[in-house]
T-cell receptor, first 112, second 116 residues
Framework: KQEVTQIPAALSVPEGENLVLNCSFT??????LQWFRQDPGKGLTSLLL?????REQTSGRLNASLDKSSGRSTLYIAASQPGDSATYLC???????????FGTGTRLKVLA | GAGVSQSPSNKVTEKGKDVELRCDPI?????LYWYRQSLGQGLEFLIY????????KSGLPSDRFSAERTGGSVSTLTIQRTQQEDSAVYLC??????????????FGSGTRLTVV
């Protein structure tokens, strides 16, 4: 059974810092891994999708890496800004399916 | 459409009433998913539709919950005899979802259901 854990649960940093958010999963037989952002009271916005054959994906100040064998992914946020404040969720499919299992998220607050 | 559309965005209902939540996926997306997010909780899988295959209903919490997808497009999630514990944000997502494919999800903005 796939289980997804995200560390830390919450993070508060001053503006400009580089950040690392961690995601670990128990079943490495995955098609892909997706990182999302959720603002309070809103739906989820896709940030990055990493295919199982890839090791990383980049979009602007965001970089996500994937190590399937160790069951880990990290999301790097460079030069954080107050607008980055949100909850960040990672999700992986359950084995052999397309149903995503979500971590409980990292709640990020970037202070101006 | 350009994105996944959900309606209504907010719904307040009395305990015991039935509610219908609607999801209009991205055009051409064959897979459609419903999740539920209770206050302060993670996302809980409810049901998954893929093309014309029988839906995966393994996440539905009780027989008061049902969903259908008409014509492979719009989906309706119905909750009968609503209870206060049904209060949550109901999120719909769609994807290309081809078997063996590697496509991620696009989510709608959700329906916030409050049962009073």
């Amino acid at each position: 059974k796939q289980e997804v854990t995200q560390i830390p649960a919450a993070l508060s940093v001053p503006e400009g810092e580089n950040l690392v958010l961690n995601c670990s999963f128990t079943d490495s037989a995955i098609y892909n891994l997706q990182w999302f952002r959720q603002d309070p009271g809103k739906g989820l916005t896709s940030l990055l999708l990493i295919q199982s054959s890839q090791r990383e994906q980049t979009s602007g100040r965001l970089n996500a890496s994937l190590d399937k064998s160790s069951g880990r992914s990290t999301l790097y946020i460079a030069a954080s800004q107050p607008g980055d404040s949100a909850t960040y969720l990672c999700a992986v499919p359950t084995s052999g399916t397309y149903k995503y299992i979500f971590g409980t998220g990292t709640r990020l607050k970037v202070l101006a | 459409g350009a994105g996944v559309s959900q309606s209504p965005s907010n719904k307040v209902t009395e305990k015991g009433k039935d509610v219908e939540l609607r999801c209009d996926p991205i055009s051409g997306h064959t897979a459609l998913y419903w999740y539920r997010q209770s206050l302060g909780q993670g996302l809980e899988f409810l049901i998954y539709f893929q093309g014309n295959s029988a839906p995966d209903k393994s996440g539905l919490p009780s027989d008061r919950f049902s969903a259908e997808r008409t014509g492979g497009s719009v989906s309706t999630l119905t909750i009968q005899r609503t209870q206060q514990e049904d209060s949550a944000v109901y999120l719909c997502a769609s994807s290309l979802g081809l078997k063996g494919g590697n496509y991620g999800y696009t989510f709608g903005s959700g329906t916030r259901l409050t049962v009073v």
